[in-house]
């Protein structure tokens, strides 16, 4: 499929919606039963290349009009953040949470730029937790939006969800 | 992890671990006027968080160039447990 096609030609709005030339990720054609499976499959998919080029990838998860969840394809950030406000959801779909995830282990250097150890004794970041400021800033873009999640992919494989109405962490 | 509660917001924290934290933000020699201060609580510590002032509202971890961190002292003595850049 090229970029601003639709995937089939029954697509209905939000239902595997075709790609807008002014979004920066696309969604992924799969869609999910649920939130979280969504979110899973962001994370299984962002992880990999996430830890490999030691950069924070993410996106964000969205509800179709037919009930069932997609996401957005992975978008790299820097080696130190994500600002998924510089993604969009599909045209007639519904936002319901973000992911990122926060590539490798690393020590910092002097301007506090990651640099990999890959491993987990040597890392400066707390790589495998979200930041007070990720908690932060769900919670901001959680507001008027029950059911919000915040979902995290850390070097250690694990994947987090935060839930912003409780302000508890969970494993995914 | 079963379910963990996040760190509460709290608006300051006492003295003695507010002293703790400037000591060790000037030991990284980082200029504090940059920078806002959020400060937190768990039963085990406290935490303050900082976010540089320029930064986009969204972005989850640090701008480039410009770390925020998160320094965690403990309650029961007032030394640090731990210093990280947020990501």
New interface residues.
Partial sequence: MSKGEPSSPNAKPGDDAPCNIIVTACPVANTYATQSEAAKSALNQANPTSISQNTEYGGLIYRNANGRYGYTAPSAGSGTGFDPSSVSVPPGTTLVGDYHTHGDYSTADAQGNPVRTADPSQDAFDSNHFSTTDLRGIENDAADKPGYRGYLGTPSGTFLQYNPNTRTVSNL | ????????PIDKIPPEAFLVFREEMAKREIDLSKYNL?F?QTEEVF?V?T?YKQK?????????????Y?VKILRKDNSIK?T????
């Fill in positions: 992890m079963n379910e963990e509660k996040a760190p509460e959020h937190y935490i968080a976010s986009p509202a969204g972005l989850r971890g640090s701008m480039v160039g410009f770390p925020d998160e731990s990280a850049i947020a990501r």
